[in-house]
């Protein structure tokens, strides 16, 4: 049977809405599996977007989508990034700890997942189970094969309710990863660790792997039937966009249109959805929030983004994604500035401009250093910061740095904040002569020297000035008197 190479476009899917009860298979026909290969295959360059002509269609949320929820794989994904080479057992602790320290009992960070599989992993599970904490739940992650099922079962007593288990979606696995030798081969094997896990009373969490290149029409939709009527609608499933193809834009065509892949999953199998974004192409805080308006109930994240590659969905930016869109249900933002110290100290350093948790509070430029210093009494609040850094455990966050494009304001908020922390009475400010030759002084030395002979600048500053260096040359120039 020859390849399809080329993409294929799908038509959009108009069934009506269907409610759906855990326990109660929905009563929609079942789909037929499509024989044929269906390849995406761009050769090695950008997957180009196809666009409908409608939208996707926004499904009709019953109970059972609400609330939305955040699942954790910071320890079996995120701990795949290539910047680490081991998640360390006590880091892992204590991120689970943070993790139910920032839930502060709303149940919205609903789950984290680990693997079983090395012997650190199997003692910090224990230890996982015996905190006991309602939220995050502590789920596990197995290959699709029954006998980790057992081996689940047998090293946590009982203790793990839903393990996430493998089930590559696209023909890219199906054949050229996996091997099959047809997509009713898949099926078959996918389904006998499903049914295993409930045979043991353990929820089956089925990770779509590669979704967003998959054949949604001619193997997903039947897959994800015959999984929910086999397992009597016991079965939830994760939808993977693994190599960050998905795209968050309504009128993206299938596969990799996140809105219309989640409705059209959704209103063909009434399944509980989870979604599971890579940041391939910096689309994966954009694609889950997508996920959540178009019918995934759950988005999955890594603290900072850590995964391979690029990483992915994260934790902090779906937080703030929920808060905005959702209402703060009563999270402890401020657990998120000590994650990052953790990172800081067991893993890697966090991005410098990684949103919410990165050092992104700091400014340079002069235009935005004088707007700092005027909202702290400004009527109308914040002006060049987007929310107050302490709602997000960044209180000793640094406002002003000294550079090349600073101006007389950052120089005042630095000079100030030293005389405070000296217990001296002395204030200045941007009119003062001291501010103004520190000004100059500064500028001088990114200046450099120019060498007219080789009609260049040299010998010119590259780093920023510190506090104490600021502070040095106000001493020098008289200001304390």
Not at 125 to 139: A, G, N, Q, S, V
Not at 215 to 227: K, L, N, S, T
Not at 276 to 297: E, P, S, V
Request: some cysteine; overall charge negative; hydrophobic content about 40%.
């Amino acid at each position: 049977m020859a390849a399809i190479t080329n993409p294929i476009r799908f038509a959009t899917i108009n069934t009506p809405y269907v409610e759906f009860t855990v326990m109660e298979p929905p009563t929609i026909p079942r789909a037929a599996v499509n024989p044929a290969r269906v390849y995406h295959n761009f050769q090695g360059q950008f997957p180009h977007i196809e666009l409908e002509l409608e939208p996707a269609e926004l499904p009709l949320e019953g109970p059972e989508d609400l609330p939305k929820l955040i699942t954790d794989t910071t320890l079996r994904d995120g701990a795949q990034d290539s910047r680490f080479p081991l998640f360390p057992s006590e880091a892992r602790l204590r991120y689970v700890d943070l993790l139910h320290d920032l839930d502060a009992g709303t149940g919205v960070m609903y789950s984290i997942e680990t693997f079983i599989y090395q012997k650190r992993d199997l003692w910090v599970l224990d230890k996982l189970l015996d905190r006991e904490h309602e939220f995050p739940k502590i789920t596990t992650w197995i290959r699709a094969n029954p006998k980790d099922v057992k081996d689940l079962h047998d090293a946590s007593q009982g203790r793990v309710k839903e393990t996430g288990m493998l089930a590559s979606s696209s023909d890219h696995h199906i054949f050229d990863k996996l091997g099959f030798h047809s997509k009713e081969d898949a099926v078959d094997k996918y389904l006998r660790p499903i049914l295993t896990a409930c045979e043991y009373g353990i929820t089956p969490r089925v990770h779509l792997e590669d979704t967003t290149r998959a054949d949604v029409e001619g193997w997903v939709i039947p897959f994800m039937q015959e999984v929910l009527e086999a397992t009597e609608g016991m079965a939830k499933f994760r939808i993977c966009d693994t190599i960050g193809w998905g795209v968050p834009d309504p009128f993206a065509a299938l596969p990799y249109g996140v809105p219309r892949l989640v409705s059209t999953l959704k209103q063909e199998t009434g399944a509980e959805l989870e979604f599971h974004g890579h940041n391939d192409f910096g689309l994966a805080t954009a694609n889950a929030l997508a996920a959540w308006q178009y019918g995934c109930k759950k988005v999955n994240v890594t603290f900072a983004g850590i995964g391979e590659r690029t990483g992915n969905t994260s934790l902090e930016q779906v937080l703030a994604g929920y808060i905005r869109l959702y209402g703060d249900p009563g999270l402890e933002l401020t657990c998120l500035g000590e994650m990052g110290r953790l990172f800081e100290e067991f893993l890697a350093p966090v991005p410098h401009n990684a949103p919410i948790v990165g050092d992104v509070f700091t400014t340079q430029a002069g235009i935005h250093q004088a707007g700092v210093v005027k909202q702290e009494q400004a009527p109308g609040g914040l002006i060049y910061l987007p929310y107050d850094p302490s709602i997000v455990g960044q209180e000793e966050a640094e406002r002003s740095v000294i550079g090349a494009l600073s101006g007389a304001e950052g120089i005042v908020s630095i000079l100030n904040r030293e005389a405070e922390r000296r217990d001296l009475t002395v204030r200045f400010s941007s009119v003062s002569r001291v501010v103004k030759e520190i000004y100059d002084r500064v500028q001088v030395a990114y200046d450099g020297e120019y060498d007219a002979a080789a009609d260049r600048w040299a010998n010119y500053r590259t780093t920023f000035f510190t506090p104490d260096e600021i502070w040095q040359m106000a001493v020098d120039l008289g200001a304390l008197g």
